[in-house]
Nanobody, 122 residues
Framework: QVQLVESGGGLVQPGGSLRLSCAAS????????VSWYRQAPGKQRELVAD???????IYADSAEGRFTISRDNAKNTVYLQMNSLKVEDTAVYYC????????????????WGQGTQVTVSS
């Protein structure tokens, strides 16, 4: 039973920065990988970045070089640092956790937060 809450979204000008946070319940968080997704109006939800329980990160091409995903397992929190923001980054950003620890199994549940709005506009 994992509950996620995103925060840190807001309005920022092109070229600016934001740091999103995804706070999770449950104490020990290292058994879960976490992804950041985003969804713009009228578009499909897309993967932005993913981080394993051990801290290995991958990025979508659109985020590579501008965004950094990180985690602090002691705080049960995953971050998405977004720099050099573009208008096309405007979307609702969601975090998703999924279990990858001991006794993990295929097709396990995905736990989603409610999202935080990021608007990049001049």
């Amino acid at each position: 039973q994992v509950q996620l809450v995103e925060s840190g979204g807001g309005l920022v000008q092109p070229g600016g920065s934001l740091r999103l946070s995804c706070a999770a319940s449950g104490g020990i968080f290292s058994s879960y990988a976490v992804s950041w997704y985003r969804q713009a109006p009228g578009k499909q939800r897309e993967l932005v970045a993913d981080i394993s329980g051990g801290g290995t990160a991958i990025y979508a091409d659109s985020a590579e070089g501008r965004f950094t995903i990180s985690r602090d397992n002691a705080k049960n929190t995953v971050y998405l640092q977004m720099n050099s923001l573009k208008v096309e980054d405007t979307a609702v950003y969601y975090c998703k956790a999924y279990y990858t620890g001991p006794y993990y199994y295929a097709n396990g549940p995905n736990y989603w937060g409610q999202g935080t709005q990021v608007t990049v506009s001049s």
